[in-house]
T-cell receptor, first 112, second 112 residues
Framework: QKEVEQNSGPLSVPEGAIASLNCTYS??????FFWYRQYSGKSPELIMS????GDKEDGRFTAQLNKASQYVSLLIRDSQPSDSATYLC????????????FGSGTRLSIRS | GAGVSQTPSNKVTEKGKYVELRCDPI?????LYWYRQSLGQGPEFLIY????????DSGLPNDRFFAVRPEGSVSTLKIQRTERGDSAVYLC??????????FGPGTRLTVL
């Protein structure tokens, strides 16, 4: 089992709709979770971090965490063409506090 | 302000050669990470520095890979006897000690 798993996509969403991206992780004790956005040919950039169960909102982005189910999600409201990118879920392992493990990413395409 | 910089941006080498990849972190950032990213995959953890010391090098794939950060700032990733399978984008990220990682633009390594 991979430590961080994501559906590779591509996920196609119409402009203005809600895009929902999902991630599961295997390290039950993990406490820190991150969503990164990576445009083609560019480096990852942090969108959101979340540490507690529940929802965390920042503008059009909402991160959701359920530690019991070992599940993290990212919702993007009012999707824009500029949101088309690969979204990477990352988890800081409890077994090694310094190591942040990334999933393989979900490719999101916003269609006009 | 200046972000993380990596040199060279591209490196083409022949199988069996030695290469060095350099990372200049954001000034004052104590934590520095090296990742490797292959096409269609998320960043793969290689090594983490806190100050001058390698706090976690468990991601280095074998003893051909080595990294240093002698003065707690610039870091160099060294790869001996390169193999075609080493071809990837090598990413460096620095952090002020929080969870936020700032990635450099990466070095694209091609081993012929």
């Amino acid at each position: 089992q991979k430590e961080v798993e994501q559906n590779s996509g591509p996920l196609s969403v119409p402009e203005g709709a809600i895009a929902s991206l999902n991630c599961t992780y295997s390290d039950r004790g993990s406490q820190s979770f991150f969503w990164y956005r990576q445009y083609s040919g560019k480096s990852p950039e942090l969108i959101m971090s979340i540490y507690s169960n529940g929802d965390k909102e920042d503008g059009r982005f909402t991160a959701q965490l359920n530690k019991a189910s070992q599940y993290v999600s990212l919702l993007i409201r009012d999707s824009q063409p500029s949101d088309s990118a690969t979204y990477l879920c990352a988890v800081r392992l409890v077994s090694s506090a310094s190591k942040i493990i990334f999933g393989s990413g979900t490719r999101l395409s916003i269609r006009s | 302000g200046a972000g993380v910089s990596q040199t060279p941006s591209n490196k083409v080498t022949e199988k069996g050669k030695y290469v060095e990849l350099r990372c200049d972190p954001i000034s004052g950032h104590t934590a520095l990470y090296w990742y490797r990213q292959s096409l269609g995959q998320g960043p793969e953890f290689l090594i983490y520095f806190q100050g001058t010391g390698a706090a976690d090098d468990s991601g280095l794939p074998n003893d051909r890979f080595f990294a240093v950060r002698p003065e707690g700032s610039v870091s160099t990733l060294k790869i001996q006897r390169t193999e075609r399978g080493d071809s990837a984008v090598y990413l460096c990220a620095s952090s002020p000690g929080s969870d936020t990682q700032y990635f450099g633009p990466g070095t694209r390594l091609t081993v012929l």
